[in-house]
Antibody, heavy 121, light 107 residues
Framework: QLQLQESGPGLVKPSETLSLTCTVSGGSISSSSYYWAWIRQPPGKGLEWIGAMYYSGTTYYNPSLKRRAFISVDTSKNQFSLNLSSVTAADTAVYYC?????????????WGQGTLVTVSS | DIQMTQSPSSLSASVGDRVTITCRASQSISSYLNWYQQKPGKAPKLLIYAASSLHTGVPSRFSGSGTWTDFTLTISNLQPEDSATYYCQQSYNTPRTFGPGTKVDVK
């Protein structure tokens, strides 16, 4: 079973870039079975899909983020990362990385524990 | 984007009860519907995929049904550990979207 672990700063200033990394263990990030995704959850609210990337480079993003999100994969480290630019207080959330099983109907089957990122000066 | 709605937003039930949560998609999604359980301070966990398939290790008291736009999650013989928020999510297209959640309180 895959294990995923988020890491990165817990506090980011407004207008700056939020950067998080997800380390994958128990399997290869180059697996053809998975997309690698970021999902966030503002405090007390629901889940929002940010985007996902295939190891080959194919990427999908949520248009609601207005092209502020960028996801990359480092196959040598078995990691993938999220950069979210021009953050505001509205970007304060718990950020989860997750694996999207790509066959059949598709689903998020493994999640990191989540990391709270607060946007504040 | 496909909008997902859920009802009720919250419910309270007793141990041993049978509860049903409804999820509706704003357009037809065939059976591209997943259910997750989230407990406070924890990441969501996959319960049901493809509308009615039970994920590995999930107790059989959880079941899902539905197709096209209307779906249900049923918990039979409700247990104390089932207190959580339940989310539906469509996997028909991107952006992947989730329902607003249903909070289940076990009395």
């Amino acid at each position: 079973q895959l294990q995923l672990q988020e890491s990165g700063p817990g506090l980011v200033k407004p207008s700056e870039t939020l950067s998080l990394t997800c380390t994958v263990s128990g399997g290869s990030i180059s697996s053809s079975s998975y997309y690698w995704a970021w999902i966030r959850q503002p405090p007390g609210k629901g889940l929002e899909w940010i985007g996902a990337m295939y190891y080959s480079g194919t990427t999908y993003y949520n248009p609601s983020l207005k092209r502020r999100a960028f996801i990359s994969v480092d196959t040598s480290k078995n990691q993938f990362s999220l950069n979210l630019s021009s953050v505001t207080a509205a970007d304060t959330a718990v950020y989860y990385c997750a694996s999207w099983y790509n066959y059949g109907y598709g689903y998020f089957d493994n999640w990191g524990q989540g990391t709270l990122v607060t946007v504040s000066s | 984007d496909i909008q997902m709605t859920q009802s009720p937003s919250s419910l309270s039930a007793s141990v041993g009860d049978r509860v049903t949560i409804t999820c509706r998609a704003s357009q037809s999604i065939s059976s591209y519907l997943n259910w997750y359980q989230q407990k406070p301070g924890k990441a969501p966990k996959l319960l049901i995929y493809a509308a009615s398939s039970l994920h590995t290790g999930v107790p059989s008291r959880f079941s899902g049904s539905g197709t096209w736009t209307d779906f249900t999650l049923t918990i039979s013989n409700l247990q104390p550990e089932d207190s959580a928020t339940y989310y539906c999510q469509q996997s028909y297209n991107t952006p992947r979207t989730f329902g607003p959640g249903t909070k289940v309180d076990v009395k």
